[in-house]
């Protein structure tokens, strides 16, 4: 066994690079739809995706999201974005092709169960699989439209997060009392599909376990976490040959 510290931002790129060796994103990509919606998480997500298919250049993921949470004294409009800067549009791959520029919304009525939404969460109970994801449009945002077509048409929807956001409650109790009348700030809506933490990407990229048994830190390990990774020998060099490829990543910038 190893035992590793893996740092948030580290574990974004760890699970950007397991999604998109994803079997069901590998198939989506020769035929069907790839739809990556923005997010911090989902950035490193299309950068590893665009990388496979040859179309990174042009992509940043520096202002690809709709929303995040920064501190109090960052200067930023309400959605977090900087002044002066504009939504560059989600990463919606059509049978192996960017089509820049376009959102989800774009290719919503289009898409059917041979189609996959990539959508990026802000909590996640690790033990049942469930996630929770903050709300702040009226309609529910991006979420409200995506679960539309993923139980009324089968849309596999993949949802990556890192296990920093984890919760110990219960999502759906959580959203109760979030959601209720008189509550002030962003809403929350419980959410399943396929969850990819750091903990399913070992696993997808070197078939290795990993437990989560410690977190946190200081001096940029704030949100760390601490992962017992067993396996066989060739699957635990090959998680340590993996963690060491990202564990120099460096934190997330806007400015």
Known sequence: MIEVVI???AGKRLIGKAVAVHP??????????VAIVAGTTNGYVAE?????????????????????????????NETG??????????????????????????VIDRMDE?????KGANAVDIKTK???????????GTIGTIIQVVAGRRVRLIIPVGLEKRVCCDIDNLAVKINSPGADGPRLMPVTGEIITEIEAIYILTGAKAELFAAGGVGGAEGAVWLAISGTDKQMEKAKKLINSVSCEQPFAIK
């Open 7 to 9: 740092t948030p931002v």
């Open 24 to 33: 069901d994103i590998q198939e989506r990509l020769k035929s069907g739809i």
């Open 48 to 76: 590893e995706i665009l990388k496979t298919t040859g179309q990174l250049e042009g992509f940043n993921r520096k202002y690809f999201f709709r929303g995040i949470t920064l501190p109090p004294s960052s200067p930023t």
């Open 81 to 106: 974005m900087a002044e002066g800067k504009e939504f560059p549009g989600d990463v919606i791959i059509v049978n192996g092709r960017w089509e820049k520029g376009k959102t989800i919304f774009d």
């Open 114 to 118: 041979r189609d996959v939404v990539i």
């Open 130 to 140: 469930k996630a929770g994801i903050l709300i702040g449009h009226p309609k529910a």
